[in-house]
């Protein structure tokens, strides 16, 4: 898939049905999304991502946060309530139009289309916090590698970047392999989440198992040669203090200092 491909589903996507676009869950779909019940799981996910920074004894400015793949600024907005300023980014204009249609912070929270490879638009150090959640596993990996060297670009020294990445292994479209990835990845993995109690959509209920099991720069290795992304090169050049833990095989976020 190319960012080009990507571009279009999400521009199909923001028209048809954003919310269910951003969160499938199945009795939401056709535009059933309750946006108050849609946008209070982004406040909640926030909460638990400054929790697991302060258990990882990472202390954020409160400044400036960018959101990567903002769709309609659920975490955006979430950011809002934390940070004195939230820009949203966003490949697809339709997601972006609803990110404002939605958007209850005024210029406080700014959202912006980027249809490149890069975050050229954004200027280097003028970030606390960087934040990505359920986006970066739809671009190629070498475009998902550039867009984290960049996020280090636009950190401020000391600022904190927290993102997910796909850590499973990669199959070709079509395979077998892709098929039974996608089935543990679904339907698999939200019943393993149904029976220990959690509910099936709350992607932040891993971060929370993840910092309790370890926050251990070793776990790395692991998920970055699983994810068959250049993520180790990355990571040694430009962090002093990686934070990696991993989620049977759904998705990783990391932690990262830079230098
Ligand atoms: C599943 S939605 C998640 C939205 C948001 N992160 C959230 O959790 O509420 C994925 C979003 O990522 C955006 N996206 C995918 N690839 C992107 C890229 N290369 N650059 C910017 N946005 C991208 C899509 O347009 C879509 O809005």
Redesign the pocket.
């Given at each position: 898939m190319t960012?080009k491909d990507?571009?279009k589903t999400?521009e199909a996507?923001?028209k048809e049905d954003p919310l269910y676009?951003?969160?499938s869950r199945k009795d939401a779909k056709d535009n059933k999304w309750d946006a108050d019940e849609f946008f209070a799981t982004?406040r909640e996910e926030i909460a638990d991502a400054m929790n697991h920074l302060a258990r990882l004894g990472l202390e954020v400015n409160k400044g400036r946060a960018m959101?990567?793949?903002?769709?309609?600024g659920?975490?955006t907005q979430a950011l809002c309530e934390e940070f004195g300023e939230a820009v949203g980014?966003?490949?697809?204009y339709s997601?972006i139009e609803n990110a404002e249609k939605y958007n209850k912070f005024g210029d406080r929270c700014e959202f912006r289309v980027?249809t490149t490879?890069d975050l050229a638009q954004l200027d280097d150090a003028s970030f606390d916090f960087v934040y990505?959640?359920?986006?970066?596993q739809?671009?190629p990996p070498e475009?998902s590698s550039k867009?984290i060297a960049e996020f280090f670009r636009i950190l401020q020294p000391g600022g904190v970047a927290l993102f997910q990445i796909p850590s499973g292994p990669r199959h070709e479209p079509g395979l077998l392999g892709a098929k039974i990835y996608a089935i543990k990845r679904g339907p698999l993995r939200r019943f393993w989440k149904r029976i220990r109690g959690m509910s099936p959509w709350k992607s932040t209920t891993s971060i929370n198992r993840w910092s309790k099991r370890s926050s251990k720069p070793a776990a790395a290795a692991l998920s970055m040669r699983r994810s068959k992304a250049p993520f180790a090169a990355l990571a040694s050049a430009c962090c002093t203090a990686p934070f990696v833990s991993d989620f049977w095989d759904g998705p990783c976020f990391q932690a990262f200092v830079p230098n």
């Open positions: 960012l990507v571009q999400y996507n923001g676009a951003v969160l982004g959101d990567f793949g903002c769709g309609v659920r975490l980014i966003d490949i697809s997601m980027n490879d990505s959640n359920i986006s970066l739809h671009s475009a867009y």
